[in-house]
T-cell receptor
Framework: KAGVTQTPRYLIKTRGQQVTLSCSPI?????VSWYQQTPGQGLQFLFE???????NKGNFPGRFSGRQFSNSRSEMNVSTLELGDSALYLC???????????????FGEGSWLTVV | AQTVTQSQPEMSVQEAETVTLSCTYD???????LFWYKQPPSRQMILVIR??????QNATENRFSVNFQKAAKSFSLKISDSQLGDAAMYFC?????????????FGGGTRLMVKP
């Protein structure tokens, strides 16, 4: 069974540009979450989607947005990039709604974004 | 808001020895979940162990065990018989029970070095 797949793995963008990152969850998983990891701020929750609906959102500006498709694949978009957006963006998927001992959250290897 | 604090930025342990990583958290909730995640150089977050707050018994997974002190809001990870492959960043994480989603609040991380 394939794990959580994130593309692209590495990318470099210029300030002011926008970027789209993609995440394919584990087959059968309906929940996809996104996290930003930076040396200064650590791991911060961006948002979560379940069945194409955003059900949780972290404290990030509106330049950060996301969506989920009917096949559970998710994309996140960052517009008007700033230097501070340079980070590792991690995607996580889990089977379904709520938490149970079987509802483990699985992470991808992340997308490294560098803004210059 | 919930906060998770890891007071040890770095720890080192001799191979085959035991090491304990500390984590404290702040919440007004009575029921929640706590996790330890390992992040190796590949950057993929791997679940090490989980603890449900309503369970008084400390969780154990092979060489990994926790010391959960609910009143003190403390959740430490003990790694026994440390192996070179245990070298990684370790993150403590918190999740609400009442939140239907999968939003995790992470601590700042502890870098564990294992000396041969």
């Amino acid at each position: 069974k394939a794990g959580v797949t994130q593309t692209p793995r590495y990318l470099i963008k210029t300030r002011g540009q926008q970027v789209t990152l993609s995440c394919s969850p584990i087959s059968g998983h309906r929940s996809v979450s996104w996290y930003q990891q930076t040396p200064g701020q650590g791991l911060q929750f961006l948002f979560e989607y379940f069945s194409e609906t955003q059900r949780n959102k972290g404290n990030f500006p509106g330049r950060f947005s996301g969506r989920q498709f009917s096949n559970s694949r998710s994309e996140m978009n960052v517009s008007t990039l700033e230097l501070g957006d340079s980070a590792l963006y991690l995607c996580a998927s889990s089977p379904g709604q709520g938490f149970s001992s079987g509802n483990t959250i699985y992470f991808g290897e992340g997308s490294w974004l560098t803004v210059v | 808001a919930q906060t998770v604090t890891q007071s040890q930025p770095e720890m080192s342990v001799q191979e085959a020895e035991t090491v304990t990583l500390s984590c404290t958290y702040d919440t007004s909730e009575s029921d929640y979940y706590l996790f330890w995640y390992k992040q190796p150089p590949s950057r993929q977050m791997i679940l090490v162990i989980r603890q449900e707050a309503y369970k008084q018994q400390n969780a154990t997974e092979n060489r990994f065990s926790v010391n959960f002190q609910k009143a003190a809001k403390s959740f430490s990870l003990k790694i026994s018989d440390s192996q070179l492959g245990d070298a990684a960043m370790y993150f403590c994480a918190y999740r609400e029970v009442n939140n239907a989603g999968n939003m995790l609040t992470f601590g700042g991380g502890t870098r564990l070095m294992v000396k041969p």
